[in-house]
């Protein structure tokens, strides 16, 4: 998100050279309070280290890689292919001989596959936000690193 930030700063102060002190003041606003925020969540989020997760697909890797957990394999076998009876088969048999900590969907997805995998497996299964809006709780960019570390927290108590 920092690197990000700072580019629309650059290009915005180019298109509006006028309001560039605005931008840049709001830039130095916004790095203070996420970089504050990143700690935060990074301490808070210390218990899950090594934790096992089954994620609803692959796109989860940056969560997994950024907090220092495992993944234990996938509900979707591809993106956007909702998984088959034979690929949740597969993996119970998988999480039997090395089982996950929680099993984590969006929030916005159909969780039958997830509830299915849970109640015979169980691991506990966690709706978490994709992104900004994604719950009630997440309805900004604090509201949502926030709502979701809160739940992945929540799914190893």
Do not use: C
Request: glycine content about 8%; proline content about 6%; charged content about 25%.
């Amino acid at each position: 998100m920092l690197p990000v930030s700072r580019e629309l700063t650059r290009r915005l102060s180019v298109i509006d050279p006028e309001g560039a002190a605005d931008y840049r003041e709001r830039l130095a606003d916004f790095e203070q309070r996420f970089s504050a925020a990143i700690i935060d969540w990074e301490q808070r989020a210390a218990p899950l280290k090594g934790a096992r997760l089954v994620t609803h697909h692959k796109s989860w890797v940056y969560l997994l890689d950024w907090l220092e957990m495992e993944s234990a394999g996938t509900l979707e076998p591809k993106p956007g292919i909702p998984p088959s009876t034979g690929h949740l088969a597969q993996l119970l048999e998988q999480l039997s001989q090395t089982p996950a900590d929680m099993i984590i969907h969006a929030s916005y997805r159909d969780d039958r596959p997830a509830q299915w995998l849970s109640g015979r497996s169980e691991i506990v299964a966690i709706s978490v936000p994709e992104s900004v809006g994604g719950t009630d709780q997440a309805s900004d960019l604090f509201g949502f690193y926030n709502d979701l570390v809160g739940r992945l927290l929540k799914g190893i108590e």
